[in-house]
């Protein structure tokens, strides 16, 4: 059920946007034969394609979210200084009252905090264990000499499922992995709300107090990525019984009470443009202080511009409301359950952050090397204009010896930024992805023309691996005929 309280004669069920629409921005949608040459120029990476070229741009919701007009308007009164901001000052008010925290360091985004953290805590073979990694957070911990332990319960990489928290962590894994390693090479527990490559996941309280438990039995600390926070709590909220009548703030609250450190993209969770990293542990806040001039900007910026210190600040405190919050898990939910009603593979439930395809399910006649989520990806562009982002193997960097490592999952991620779609678009983006499911078995492979060394999904290029992009545009014309 989406908006319990708003019913249509119809009997239908739709989410309805809780906002309005006051700035727009124009958007083109080319012919397919444009949409072939811009993906061929982008070396079939949705990365390099030009915005200009995109209908849909579902590539990620890291800065592209709608801002409200509260936030545009604190933005006009921001306070220029280098040193002694009033504007950092409002934004360490709204991190407190979001957050409870009371100590904040301010940096220019996400993974800017994963830098500092990893360089002041995580020791050379170090291992730090997690319910899922992220891109930039794994090639951090990497780069600082320490590696990533995933320890998630198997039922979090099933694709079809009715798991309402497939971002725990699996407890007794956890233990393992400490005894195993010792409590000693153990920098930190990480966990990430929302968990963004296994599908927009949340965890549960529940789980996240016998992490607690386990970290305070060995003395470690947890640290908390709150980059997808806001659906994190949507979710423990539908779905976990203790948090049914709990408020935004109250369910944050009890989250973050139980970590030592949290960071953020707020790129993501406050509709905004910076990050930082919280905690109400002094100690724990002067070690990693010093780095912030370093690295960042003077500790009242951390490198960001003020008015994004602003539209942050203010961000972060809309996120404290329910219509604001849901509104991305629900749009989310109504395109997952409407593929996955006409056999669509595709990840359940859904989770927050967009719709996640199987791109191994999609298209099972690929082996994970001929890329099948890039080849999705590239393939959903052409027919739609909709650019979504490869999550499998091509995010994967290769190993020491040169091998491709295969992902764990094969997905093509739609995010879905923040009140920015409407539902129409939603619609006609559902309708490309089932045409483009019917004549799955025109879609080929691809392989690597020019390949970057580490994060390789940013800005390397691909070819296909046969002429299946113009045969696919054939059928597309044959079957729409001038239609775009
Ligand atoms: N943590 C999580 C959970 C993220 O999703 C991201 C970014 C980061 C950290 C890094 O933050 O981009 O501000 O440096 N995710 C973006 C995405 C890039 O498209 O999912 P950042």
């Known amino acids: 059920m989406f908006n319990e309280a708003i019913k249509l004669t119809s009997g239908e069920n739709v989410p309805v946007e809780m906002h309005k629409v006051r700035i727009v921005q124009k958007l083109n949608l080319l012919p397919i034969e444009e949409r072939l040459k811009a993906m061929e120029g982008a070396g079939f990476n949705t990365f390099l394609l030009q915005n200009r070229d995109v209908f849909m741009d579902m590539l990620t919701d890291s800065g592209t979210n709608a801002m409200s007009d509260q936030q545009l308007a604190a933005m006009m009164v921001a306070d220029d200084a280098y040193a002694g901001s009033e504007s950092f000052n ?100 990480r966990l990430e709300a929302g968990t963004n490559l296994i599908g927009g996941q949340p965890f549960s309280i529940e789980n996240m107090r016998e992490v607690r438990k386990v970290a305070d039995e060995n003395g470690l600390m947890i640290v908390l990525d709150v980059s997808l926070v806001g659906e994190n709590v949507y979710f423990i909220k539908m779905r976990e019984p203790e948090f049914k009548d709990k408020s935004v703030k109250e369910i944050l609250h009890t989250m973050c009470d139980l970590a030592d450190i949290l960071y953020l993209s707020s790129r993501k969770f406050g509709c905004a443009r910076g990050g930082g990293i919280a905690t109400n542990n002094r100690e724990l806040f002067l070690k990693m202080r010093d780095l912030i001039p370093l690295f960042e900007g003077f500790l009242t910026y951390g490198g960001m511009s003020v008015r994004e210190i602003e539209a942050m600040a203010v961000g972060l405190r809309e996120g404290l409301d329910w219509d604001m919050i849901k509104h991305s898990p629900e749009f989310i939910r109504y395109l997952v359950d409407s593929l996955d009603a006409q056999g669509i593979p595709v990840i359940t439930p859904a989770g927050g952050l967009g719709c996640h395809l199987d791109a191994t399910g999609f298209l099972p006649h690929l082996n994970s090397l001929d890329y099948p989520a890039g080849a999705l990806g590239a393939a959903l562009y052409i027919v739609s204009g909709a650019r979504g982002m490869e999550r499998g193997t091509i995010s994967m960097d290769r190993d020491a010896n040169g091998n491709d490592v295969p992902s764990e999952v094969e997905l093509l991620r739609l995010a879905f930024p923040r009140r920015v779609f409407t539902l129409s678009q939603v619609k006609y983006v ?17 392989r690597f023309v020019e ?17 299946w992009p113009q045969k696919l545009m054939a059928k597309f014309r044959a079957d729409f005929g001038d239609s775009l």
């Open 451 to 467: 390949e970057p060394k580490v994060l390789r999904f940013f800005l390397g290029r691909l070819e296909a691996t046969s002429d």
């Open 90 to 189: 409002r934004l360490a008010e709204a991190i407190e009252e979001v957050f409870n925290k009371k100590l904040f360091l301010p940096v220019h985004q996400g993974r800017a905090a994963e830098h500092i953290i990893s360089q002041v805590f995580v020791q050379k073979d170090g291992v730090v264990p997690m319910n899922f990694h992220f891109t930039t957070t794994k090639a951090h911990i990497e780069y600082a000499g320490g590696t990533v332990l995933e320890v998630f319960n198997d039922d979090a990489l099933e694709i079809k499922s009715k798991k309402p928290f497939k971002g725990n962590i699996d407890i007794d894994k956890l233990k393992a992995a400490i005894r195993q390693h010792g409590k000693e090479n153990i920098p930190y527990i």
């Open 430 to 446: 559902e309708d490309r992805i089932k045409w483009l499911w019917e004549n799955r078995n025109l879609v080929g492979g691809l």
